[in-house]
């Protein structure tokens, strides 16, 4: 990692880590609210974890910055993975395919390829301003079925689970850890087919400003 971005992440830290301290103590603790298990099962209380039982409006501000920071995170990481874990590697090695695998129109970033180049591409892809730099067929690695026939598993399973826990309301605080699961499955499943099962191009475009 850059020393840059560590610098700036700790000063993002020095600030925040402070402020999300004070937050979190803003509320005391209340007294639990319990359901007569003899009159109905319903157990809303129940989770993994121990929860408070109220929150203050600073310990949800809190909770929401780091959900959001965590959801930044995500996207960077599937971003980073998909333009490079998974695309060829221009030395020839890597999980792509070697150099004699990638297919190009004979044309550079700051001009056009010249008339009559092999097209990797639809013709419509192409036109006057724009053309093809670069193009990667799908290494359709095993990598990517395993992948994908995992997450799917995975997708049918917290559905199976969501359904379940909304037919016998038991544990309605499990709700949000398996719909959480259902999402996260459906998009490691889309992550993975763009990844290794979608060709990869580079386009360079002329711009008038």
């Known amino acids: 990692m850059d020393r840059r971005t560590i610098a700036v992440l700790l000063i993002v830290l020095a600030v925040l880590l402070p402020t999300w301290y004070v937050g979190l103590h803003g509320e005391p603790p209340s007294e639990e609210v319990r359901i007569d298990q003899s009159v109905s099962e319903m157990q809303p209380l129940e989770g993994f974890v121990d929860a408070p039982n109220k929150l203050s409006p600073s310990q949800v ?5 780091v959900a959001l920071l965590g959801l930044l995170g995500a996207v960077a990481f599937f971003h980073r993975f998909m333009n490079r ?3 060829p590697d221009p030395s020839g090695g890597g999980p792509g395919e070697a150099p004699d695998a990638a297919a190009t129109d004979g044309g550079g970033v700051d001009a056009p390829p010249p008339e009559g180049a092999n097209r990797a591409t639809f013709p419509w892809f192409e036109t006057e301003d724009r053309w093809v730099v670069e193009y ?5 690695a095993i990598e ?6 995992g997450l799917t598993v995975l997708a049918i399973v917290f559905s199976a689970l969501l ?14 850890v398996y719909a959480f699961g259902l999402f996260m499955s459906l998009l490691g499943s889309t992550v993975s087919y763009y990844a290794w099962f979608m060709p990869h191009v580079e386009v360079a475009e002329r711009r008038d400003h």
């Open 144 to 149: 990517g079925l395993v992948a994908m026939g």
């Open 61 to 65: 501000g809190v909770i929401v910055w």
């Open 85 to 87: 874990a998974a695309r």
């Open 163 to 176: 359904t379940a826990e909304y037919l016998t309301l038991a544990r309605t605080q499990y709700f949000g």
């Open 136 to 140: 990667h067929d799908a290494s359709d």
